[in-house]
């Protein structure tokens, strides 16, 4: 049953999964080793209106401290999707870009997770983004 889940939702649209698991979700973040910078174990609540498919809240969570922001959400096609947005709060890497895909790896899966991903930071008036988080958000029923 859970192989037969998972070739049957590889590849699928990001938006059916995150509708199947359930809003909010919950994005569990882990900081790359190549970051040179401090990075604190924190994760990321996606909420969707229910009047907008572009639009959507993203709740930041760092241990007792949360900060919110508006985002955009774009599908690419063949499993990927595209968050961007900006943080107020955050002074150096303001703007982010959060990718996810549901070609997930079969070891990934193993572990409970449909949505996969990266997270990278920076500012784009200066210069770009750089990569800082693997994004992983799990399936219903773990």
Known sequence: MVQLFYYENRGKCCRKLLNYDGYPSKIQLF????????????????????????????????????????????????????ITGKFKHHVGTPDFKLTLTTNVSNADFQMGYSITGVLERGDRKKGGLEMTHFAMIKRKGY
């Open 31 to 82: 900081p790359y080793e190549g970051w040179a910078h401090p990075a604190s174990l924190s994760y990321w609540v996606l909420k969707t209106p229910w009047w907008s498919r572009r639009r959507c809240k993203i709740i930041e969570v760092c241990g007792t401290k949360k900060w919110s922001t508006k985002g955009k959400m774009s599908d690419s096609g063949n499993g990927n999707m595209v």
